[in-house]
């Protein structure tokens, strides 16, 4: 019983501190994977796969958050052009996502954290039509774009 009474918080907390720590980074990776395609579609200016409305930079940010595919209230996506929105200038897509703890024994660790991805890529194409300008939605509380 006593090596039991030992063993066991031990353990727990291994098992949990996997769990938790496990579901974050699938979260960050998530968070980078869904700037990744928010920005390869934007720079290619194909929206014809997707069900966002809009102004070009609205849909960037729309379809970023889609392809992150987690709690969209805790997500925030900004759309930086830097150029006049000609093929071979940059654009680049900014996300931030507050992480949280699943089980709760870690909360103090993860529930203030952000994580954060950024991409640049060159832009393609141009939609004529609808161009794309520099977009920023309100930081999540606490943080902002300057790491962006």
Do not use: H
């Not at 019983?1 to 769990?19: K, N, Q, S």
């Not at 809009?54 to 759309?79: F, P, Y």
């Not at 006049?84 to 024994?105: F, H, I, K, N, W």
């Not at 194409?125 to 999540?140: F, G, K, N, R, V």
């Amino acid at each position: 019983m006593v090596e039991f009474a030992l063993v066991v918080p031990i353990f727990l907390l291994l098992v949990m501190g996997v769990i938790d720590f496990g579901a974050t980074f699938n979260d960050y990776n998530s968070v980078r994977q869904g700037v990744s395609e928010g920005a390869r579609q934007a720079v290619v200016a194909d929206w014809s796969l997707d069900d966002c409305t809009g102004t070009a930079s609205q849909k960037v940010s729309c379809v970023t958050k889609e392809r992150i595919d987690l709690d969209s209230s805790r997500v925030r996506v900004k759309v930086q052009l830097e150029g006049d929105y000609e093929p071979g200038d940059q654009l680049t897509v900014c996300a931030m996502y507050r992480a949280r703890s699943l089980t709760g024994m870690f909360g103090g660790l993860l529930d203030d954290r952000v994580l954060t991805s950024s991409i640049t890529m060159r832009i393609e194409q141009i939609d004529e039509d609808d161009p794309i300008t520099t977009y920023a939605e309100t930081a999540l509380s606490g943080e902002d774009w300057a790491w962006c």
